[in-house]
């Protein structure tokens, strides 16, 4: 054990005093820090849209939009003075980028609830903001044409619906939103893609490097070809997790500065939309990091015998393919396995050892999946990791002192049943 | 106390190939054991076994009594290997520390003795510094230290002075017989005889798998020399040439050029080849009846296999296809 530990030490004091772990563990926060502040640019003055309004009737729609659009902070809205060619002219002023765009109504609006908006960028934003406007001003005016006192439209117009999101699983219902389920869903199988091909990569380039570099026959008079592989993929999966820990500490960190950070640009932090985390269940945390680690042990294997079996980076790449297209199955497929969580296609992904480390915390946070469906899935996958390291374990004993060609997989066989 | 290394009738085959055929050796406590044989003779796959990085097809191999095999007993072996091999981006300290690690040694105690043993061989200003940072010589300096940093009983040593300069060679060569000294046992592995005439007490000369001779090297020396003669001459070789091939004098003739290495045909008398070089007009500058040289007696021992083993050497494919 204590030569196992050394192998380990080594493989992460190494690893960790390289330049690339430095450049991508501060790329992550600095990368984060930038979509904060971006954020708070946005909802500073800068952020506002400054528009035209062109009424070309007569009833003062125009006019009833400005004013209804005076208390929005994202749209600062203008009334266009009519004349031949201001059409032209607008359309010259949002080329230049002085204004936005600019929205047309006319005496019909009331009739036929028709305008138009044109803009130099459509935004989801904008567009959803103009439209509420336009139609509560439609409303107000139709029910003002059928003698209601303004003052009650104002007041029926004043309460706005809030529809709270919650999403019930096993028994709990918690508030989320369908855009949070989306995005925890992604999240999830971008993480564990990255996560498990990343470091797998890396051991399978130690096995090489000790390969090429001639070092492994001295290290295999003093510890069993297992111990020494079992050594790399824990060694690697400590950096992995060290590298997840220097991101997660430092997101949570710059979240929480959050308001500081709006203070020194020069907004107002209460106005600043919060970033809404979704609400990570302890259970779905637990179901993450076991597939994490499942994954990462199964996978790690797998890519130890790659790099066993190749002489160089070349070979290696070429041999590695197989397994990345493995494991980009589940990362693929991840749209279908939100969508439609139960479908057969679902619950095949999350049982196969080699698709379910991404599928079953992706369906399991869906919550689609059942306890008993989840210890068959984890069963699985156990199950695959001690099958899939004894032959990767055989393939790496005979592969790490050879040279020469890549081995034929009839060659491959005949390792694991001699070594 | 039974001897560190027993190799019994070990037999080891790969594609087509018997690299080593029914061998067996054996190593005593306490001296330098050469193994001797040309190119492709099996002494690599001989130390592998040894070391348990191959298993032999047949036999059995014993260290210090134990078939358990050389990984059981790492701590108490050094192993330097003929495909030499350290990390080239790790520091010097950093690697034979973690090396001792392996081995069994705690980390002070292998930092401690990787300082001494690097300052003992001139290297302590590199502690620091990249493996890849250093020459070739002095990266052999530091995987000799690999070998012998945890302090083992018995040190194998494969290849262990080629392309070395002659001032690193001969600090390694005292650093092996201080460890002889100190009652520890080395194997080592060679084709150069010198070094095998300058070090070994007992040795094992190999050639196609097969053992050819063992024993102390003064009994070898004895049963396999008939009478020797070392001539040097000085300046004039007189009808020298005529004489070495007079088949009833001379029985085999090494010719150097100014030196030369006879053997005596039976009943023949080094007084008469005196004679008859002297009278012959050559001018001789030394004249001697000696054993015969290691040099001799491995080329008349090894002679013609030496060629053909060493033209086709097995690659590992070959060796890998034999295993199945």
Known sequence: MH??????????????????????????????????????????????????V?????????RRVVEALG???????????????????LTELVEAKRINGFLIVGDSLSSDGKAEYRASNLSLQTIEELQRTLNRVVEK????????????????QALRVTLEQKKCQRGACLAESAGQSFIMAYLISLLLFMAILLYGVNVMSSVLEEKRDRIVEVL??????????LGKVFGAGAVSFFQFLIWGVSARVLISLRGPIARALGADPSQIQDVR?????FDTFVVFMACFLGGFLLYSAMFAAVGAMSSNEQEARQAQQPVTYLLMISYLSFIGLTNEPTSTFAKTLSVVPFTSPIATPVRWAGGSMGVGELIVSLGMLALAIVGVTWVAARIYRVGILMTGKRPTLKELVRWVRTA | MSDPVVVDRVTKRFAGHTAVDTLSLSVPSGIIYGLLGPNGAGKTTTIRMIMDIYEPDEGVVRLFNDVAGGRTHSARIGYLPEERGLYPKMRVLDVLVFLAETKGVVRRAARARALEWLDRLGLADWRLRKVSDLSKGMQQKVQFISAMLHDPELVVLDEPFSALDPVNRQVLLDTVIDFRRRGKTVLFSTH??????????????????????????????????????VIAFDGSQGAAQQIFGDRRLVAKIHDFGQQAELELADGADAQEILRALVSSGARLSHFELASPSLHKIFVDLVGPDAATAAANPPTDRERERARA
């Open chain 1, 54 to 62: 062109v009424d070309t009737g007569k009833a003062g729609y125009g």
């Open chain 1, 71 to 89: 208390a929005s902070k994202s749209i600062r809205a203008d009334a266009a003075s009519p004349s031949p060619h201001v059409l032209d002219s």
């Open chain 1, 277 to 281: 985390l979704p609400h990570i269940p």
């Open chain 1, 3 to 52: 030569k196992v530990w050394a192998v380990i030490r080594r493989e992460f004091v190494e690893r960790v005093r390289t330049k690339w772990f430095w450049v991508s563990a501060i790329l992550g926060p600095v990368l984060f820090a930038g979509i904060i502040v971006f954020q708070i640019a946005q909802s500073v003055g800068g952020g506002a849209r400054h528009i035209a």
């Open chain 1, 141 to 156: 005016a139709r029910l003002e044409g059928k003698g209601v006192n303004p003052t009650v439209v104002d007041w029926a």
């Open chain 1, 220 to 229: 295999i008079s003093s510890l069993r070809p297992f111990q020494l592989m």
């Open chain 2, 192 to 229: 150069i005889m010198e070094h095998a005439e300058q070090l070994c007490d007992r040795l094992c000369i190999i050639a196609r798998g097969k053992k050819l001779i063992d024993g102390t090297l003064a009994d070898i020396k004895r049963t396999r020399g008939g009478k020797h003669i």
